[in-house]
C-alpha cells in the first residue's frame, strides 16, 4: 500500500506570495491534518479535514487554509507569505477521525526569502 | 503556551545501553500520548501508545511509563541501537479534539558505537 504523499518536497517563495501545497492520503483514508514543523516549535496543528469538511483548527492566522477533495486528496494553502512562514509542512492520513492512526507524509519543505 | 514539554534537546546513549526520553505535559484534558520517531527527509513514524487508563506500554525494545499524578511519561529503549538514533517526539490527544495531535518540540537521540 502506498504511503502519504506530499508535493512538492521543496519550495522557495518570496514574501507576499502565495503557495498551495498537496497531500495523497493513504489509500481508504479520509481523515488528513496538517502539521507545521520549526525548529524549537516542534510540530504544529494547523487543520484536519474529514470527508471535504474541516473537523479541527489549531490557532494559525487566516492566510493559512485548506481543503479536501471529494477523493481525500487535500491542499494547504497559504497566503500573503512570511519569512515566519518557512518551515517543513506534514501532512497525516488516517482511516478516520478522532482516535485512527495518524501516518504522516515526508513533508514539504518551503522557504521563504 | 507549550503544553507538551520535552525539556531535552538531546541524548547520547552507548549503544546496548538504555535510552530514556521524557515528556511532561500540563494538559489534564490529554487521556492517550504517543511517541513519534522521525528521521532527516522523512514524515514521524509512530512508535508506541499508552491511553490514560494505563501506566505501562512494551513492544518489543519500546516501553512507555506514565505517571499521571506527575503529568510526565517517559520512553525507554532497551537495548539502544545505531538505527535508533533519530528525533524521538511526544504527542498527545485529549478527550475534546481526539483528531488533534499536540507534540513536543522532540529530543535528538543519538546511539554511539
Known amino acids: 500500500k502506498a504511503g502519504v504523499t506530499q508535493t512538492p518536497r521543496y519550495l522557495i517563495k518570496t514574501r507576499g506570495q502565495q503557495v498551495t501545497l498537496s497531500c495523497s492520503p493513504i489509500?481508504?483514508?479520509?481523515?488528513v491534518s496538517w502539521y507545521q514543523q520549526t525548529p524549537g516549535q516542534g510540530l504544529q496543528f494547523l487543520f484536519e479535514?474529514?470527508?471535504?469538511?474541516?473537523?479541527n483548527k489549531g490557532n494559525f492566522p487566516g492566510r493559512f487554509s485548506g481543503r479536501q477533495f471529494s477523493n481525500s486528496r487535500s491542499e494547504m494553502n497559504v497566503s500573503t507569505l512570511e519569512l515566519g512562514d518557512s518551515a517543513l509542512y506534514l501532512c497525516?492520513?488516517?482511516?478516520?477521525?478522532?482516535?485512527?492512526?495518524?501516518?504522516f507524509g515526508p513533508g514539504t519543505r518551503l522557504t521563504v526569502l | 503556551d507549550q503544553q507538551v514539554k520535552q525539556n531535552s534537546p538531546s541524548l547520547s546513549v552507548q549503544e546496548g545501553r538504555i535510552s530514556i526520553l521524557n515528556c511532561d505535559y500540563t494538559n489534564s484534558m490529554f487521556d492517550y500520548f504517543l511517541w513519534y520517531k522521525k528521521y532527516p527527509a522523512e514524515g514521524p513514524t509512530f512508535l508506541i501508545s499508552?491511553?490514560?487508563?494505563?501506566d505501562k506500554n512494551e513492544d518489543g525494545r519500546f516501553t512507555v511509563f506514565l505517571n499521571k499524578s506527575a503529568k510526565h511519561l517517559s520512553l525507554h529503549i532497551v537495548p539502544s541501537q545505531p538505527g535508533d538514533s533519530a528525533v524521538y517526539f511526544c504527542?498527545?490527544?485529549?478527550?475534546?479534539?481526539?483528531?488533534?495531535?499536540?507534540f513536543g518540540t522532540g529530543t535528538r537521540l543519538q546511539v554511539t558505537l
Open positions: 497525516a492520513s488516517s482511516f478516520a477521525s478522532g482516535r485512527s492512526e495518524q501516518f
Open positions: 504527542a498527545a490527544r485529549d478527550t475534546g479534539t481526539a483528531s488533534k495531535l499536540t
Open positions: 479535514y474529514f470527508s471535504e469538511t474541516q473537523r
Open positions: 489509500s481508504g483514508h479520509r481523515s
Open positions: 499508552i491511553s490514560s487508563i494505563k
